[in-house]
């Protein structure tokens, strides 16, 4: 579904991602994980198209999202929960929701795609009217969430959702993007919570320095030596 191929990405002459390649299959759950600075946020955003590549070529079903502007990814299926959620926070919870279904075939559907995040997310329903900026942080993860899935993707990027959240709402978060996976939604994910994030991921990438320096299935990972030390904090 998204193919990744040799992505370059850089900061003036600073190079942040260095010829990354990855991909995503079709309702697939992938991770990409590694530690600060090695260039997940920025290889994301380059997915999302929110930072332009220097070089290499990003494909959605076939077709170059490097060949349209990055306001047309989200027709080809793409959506983006950003990290440190991005919600506009004087708008109701019911608002920021129905901003997130501004596509014409999402907004065909709005109705019926509100009902369906509303079962994902019960307390989003118990607070549709509630301003968003005064929702607990676990709570405001969710609507950021939520309010991607109304765009109805093919495809949802997720950019570091539990920085900042306390455990007991991680293992909740997690169980979620488990479950809207296993609606057909296929998830990209970059996440600091490397335990977490192998747990229920199908795939697992890890970027250093802004290379892909392993990659494969999250159990042949964690039999690593150099991952158990560098990232399960184990010997």
Excluded: W
């Excluded at 040799?6 to 991909?23: M, N």
């Excluded at 990814?73 to 793409?78: A, E, F, L």
């Excluded at 959240?165 to 296993?182: D, K, S």
């Excluded at 970027?207 to 990659?215: C, F, P, S, T």
Aim: charged letters at 20%.
């Amino acid at each position: 579904m998204l193919e990744v191929r040799d992505l370059r990405v850089s900061y003036g002459a600073a190079p942040a991602v260095a010829g990354a390649s990855l991909d995503v299959e079709a309702g697939g759950l992938v991770v990409v994980v590694g530690p600060n600075g090695a260039g997940k946020t920025t290889l994301i955003n380059a997915i999302a198209g929110l930072h332009r590549p220097d070089a290499g070529t990003l494909r959605i079903a076939g077709a170059s999202l490097l060949d349209m502007p990055a306001h047309r990814y989200c027709d080809h299926g793409v959506a983006l929960v950003p990290e440190g959620r991005r919600l506009f926070t004087g708008l109701s919870v019911r608002e920021n929701l129905e901003l997130g279904g501004y596509r014409a075939a999402a907004r065909a559907v709005r109705v019926r795609t509100m009902e369906e995040v509303c079962t994902i997310f019960p307390v989003l329903k118990e607070r549709l009217a509630a301003q968003a900026g005064t929702l607990s942080g676990g709570q405001q993860q969710m609507l950021a969430i939520a309010r991607a899935l109304m765009a109805r993707p093919k495809l949802l990027l997720l950019d570091e959702p539990s920085l900042g959240l306390a455990p007991a709402i991680v293992l909740e978060l997690f169980r979620v993007i488990r479950e809207v996976n296993a609606g057909g939604v296929a998830v990209l994910l970059v996440e600091q919570n490397v335990a977490a994030a192998l747990d229920i991921a199908r795939r697992a990438y890890v970027l250093e320095e802004g290379r892909i320096v392993a990659e494969g299935e999250p159990r042949e990972l964690t039999s690593q030596p150099h991952i158990q030390r560098a990232y399960l904090g184990l010997n």
